[in-house]
């Protein structure tokens, strides 16, 4: 067998008698397969790939969106079990870190710096216009539907408390009440929320309220004509907008209040459809309440914005129920309109917001009715002037951001919400952020997770 393969492996070596050169066909051969598969490839792809030089960060973008969807169910995990621990919810000095009122009402004194519990189909139903940004936003990343109950809040809670009874008990220190308020103060000190909070109540309690929760829309969107009969600027979709708002809620009030003006209400141009053929005024029945006046302005669009600034009037001369306005963003109200009035053919002019018919309706606070106003600094209006016009001049109230008492019970609600880590709360690292931040919740919120 061992003679047969070495007489095979010599006439083989015969037949190619190729000695030292063995390895040159082998290395020709890989070198052929190689290019001709660079061939090969070349010949499939022509052209070079499309590589994304930031796919990299599209990547750690996703990664770090996907780490705090999980961070955020972890946490919601941890707070639901925590709910069986009643031992966690204690605030500063080991007082109650939640109150035990169970309405606004009934909150007193005693409940400062303490948080109050909400349920938001509750809210959403009490204020059906829609809630403040901030009281979202508060709710989002604490993952609980709580407020702090501030003393500022309380005192002006107390006031148009006094405004109706004089007699009532709040009335300790012998202050005269105001029907106007007017709330300013430096931006993210709870003015917002605060107004929100007063709305609830002033429901809770029955009375009618008109609440603008965002007074900017009142200038800015929509159509906007000359109504030559009044010489006020007509919006009449930021008008029906108003009247839907106001017809929310106060729909069961309305429809018992029966309307005391009955002059006729002026048509004015309607949004997008011109002005109405063979009719100037729209009459209204003495039989009408105001809920028949509110439909009158929600039917026709050329009747919406006499409706509102007749809706003003009546509104005025309520007695059956206390009666609010609360507008908030109010100074908006004081300055320039999104619209502009064409002058030239190269130039406009820019169109103030009292002269829009809606805003001159409402506006002004020199009556007897009870109105409240919260100034609004993120909406890029600008510093007013402390004396503003169709506005008294004690009418302003500074809303202060928290006080240490107040960021103390702030951090402790962060810490029981687990936005703080448990192991890096102490009282020098919250007062560290609280003096960062100048008292600005919204600041103290985003900077307590950084707590180390």
């Keep these: 067998m061992l003679r047969s393969i070495l007489r095979s492996a010599a006439t083989a070596a015969k037949s190619h008698p190729t000695t030292g050169d063995i390895r040159i066909p082998a290395a020709i051969s890989a070198s052929s397969k190689l290019s001709s598969s660079r061939t090969f490839a070349m010949s499939t792809h022509p052209k070079k790939p499309n590589f994304r030089p930031d796919i990299k960060h599209e990547n750690a973008a996703v990664g770090a969106k996907a780490a705090e969807t999980l961070n955020k169910d972890l946490r919601a995990r941890a707070l639901k079990e925590d709910e069986k621990d009643k031992s966690l919810d204690i ?191 729209v009459q209204i029945p003495e039989d009408y309440t105001l809920l028949d006046l509110v439909q009158v302005g929600l039917n026709s669009t050329h009747a919406a914005v006499g409706v509102v600034v007749r809706l003003r009037e009546e509104l005025s001369l309520v007695k059956d129920m206390p009666v609010l306005i609360a507008v908030d963003q109010y100074n908006s109200w004081f300055t320039f309109s999104e619209y502009e009035e064409p002058v030239t053919v190269r130039s406009c002019r820019p169109i103030h917001a009292r002269e829009l018919a809606t805003v001159n309706a409402f506006r002004s606070m020199i009556h007897d009715n009870m109105m409240v106003g919260a100034f609004s600094h993120s909406t890029a209006v600008g510093k007013l002037r402390k004396d503003l016009p169709v506005v008294p001049a004690d009418a302003r109230v500074n809303f202060p951001r928290y006080s240490v008492d107040e960021a103390a019970s702030v951090c402790h609600y962060y810490l029981r919400q687990r936005l703080i880590q448990r192991e890096a709360f102490t009282e020098q690292s919250w007062k560290k952020i609280y003096y960062l931040s100048n008292g600005n919740g919204a600041e103290m919120r985003w900077l307590v997770p950084f707590m180390r």
């Excluded at 929320?193 to 900017?216: F, N, Q, T």
């Design 91 to 281: 605030g500063p000095d080991g007082r109650p870190l939640f109150t035990s009122a169970t309405s606004i009402s009934e909150l007193t004194k005693k409940d400062t710096c303490t948080y109050m519990k909400f349920r938001r189909e509750e809210l959403e139903r009490v204020l059906p216009e829609g809630l403040p940004m901030g009281m979202l936003k508060e709710f989002g990343d604490s993952m609980r539907d709580a407020l702090l109950i501030r003393q500022s809040f309380l005192d002006l809670r107390d006031n148009f408390r006094m405004v109706v009874d004089p007699t009532s008990q709040s009335n300790t220190k012998g202050l005269k009440a105001r029907k106007q308020v007017v709330l300013d103060g430096p931006v993210s000190s709870g003015k917002s929320i605060a107004l929100a909070m007063l709305v609830h109540w002033a429901r809770d309690e029955g009375w009618l309220v008109l609440y603008v929760p965002k007074g900017r829309e009142w200038t800015h969107g929509g159509f906007f004509y000359k109504n030559p009969k009044t010489g006020l600027w007509d919006t009449p979709v930021q008008a029906a907008n108003v009247l839907q708002d106001f017809l929310k809620y106060n729909k069961d009030h309305l429809q018992k209040i029966p309307c005391k003006i009955f002059e006729p209400i002026p048509l004015g141009e309607g949004a997008g459809v011109g002005w109405m053929k063979g009719a100037d005024v």
